[in-house]
């Protein structure tokens, strides 16, 4: 069985551009997270969505952030415009609600100049 | 609110070492627990879980108990291999409105040598 597909695995870009990062998740899951990991800040979860609605967005940094998922079976996470603090490893991960299980995608490397 | 907390790494052993991670918690209601592992570069695996206290999970020889009376979830492993190394995740899921969001611990690394 495929699992949690994130694209792109790396991503360099330069200060002010803007970003996008995809992830398919589990079929037949209806709930994704998308978290964020840095050193110093460990694991931080930023959104998730249930049924393709978002839930809790309370992790999100600030404006220049924002995810949508326009169906079951994808989501994106896009920072315009990207800042060299934004450089960290972002994670989508799925599960079937109501169970507590998350699956991990391989996650995004983002590297901001 | 709902956080874990874990031990400080990196914890560094030798091959056939015993390894213990510990973990405590801090929850409302009865929440489930887990322990997740992530190789490097890669993401994260649920290594094992247990939903209700005295509850034991287990998986590739490791082992962790939910003791409730001690808010705790250690991770043991009786013989550990070069090919543990990694870094250990503590969570536990808390419930909210309905849906499963976890909270982690910052991650214990630990580094096995033949």
């Known amino acids: 069985d495929a699992g949690v597909i994130q694209s792109p695995r790396h991503e360099v870009t330069e200060m002010g551009q803007e970003v996008t990062l995809r992830c398919k998740p589990i079929?037949?899951?209806?709930?994704l997270f998308w978290y964020r990991q840095t050193m110093m800040r460990g694991l931080e979860l930023l959104i998730y969505?249930?049924?393709?609605?978002?839930?809790?967005d309370s992790g999100m940094p600030e404006d220049r952030f924002s995810a949508k998922m326009p169906n079951a079976s994808f989501s994106t996470l896009k920072i315009q415009p990207s800042e060299p603090r934004d450089s960290a490893v972002y994670f989508c991960?799925?599960?079937?609600?109501?169970?507590?299980?998350?699956?991990f995608g391989p996650g995004t490397r983002l590297t901001v100049l | 609110g709902n956080s874990v907390t874990q031990m400080e790494g990196p914890v560094t052993l030798s091959e056939e070492a015993f390894l213990t991670i510990n973990c405590t918690y801090t929850?409302?209601?009865?929440?489930?627990l887990f322990w997740y592992v992530q190789y490097p570069g890669e993401g994260l695996q649920l290594l094992l879980k247990?939903?209700?206290?005295?509850d034991k999970g287990s998986n590739k020889g490791f082992e962790a108990t939910y003791r409730k009376e001690t808010t705790s979830f250690h991770l043991e492993k009786g013989s550990v291999q070069v090919s543990d190394s990694a870094v250990y995740f503590c969570?536990?899921?808390?419930?909210?409105?309905?849906?499963?969001?976890?909270?982690f611990g910052t991650g214990t690394r630990l580094l096995v040598s033949p």
């Open positions: 969505f249930n049924n393709n609605v978002p839930i809790d």
């Open positions: 929850a409302t209601g009865y929440p489930s």
């Open positions: 247990a939903t209700k206290a005295d």
């Open positions: 079929s037949g899951h209806n709930s």
């Open positions: 969570a536990l899921s808390g419930m909210n409105t309905g849906f499963q969001k976890l909270v």
């Open positions: 991960a799925s599960t079937f609600a109501p169970t507590d299980t998350q699956y």
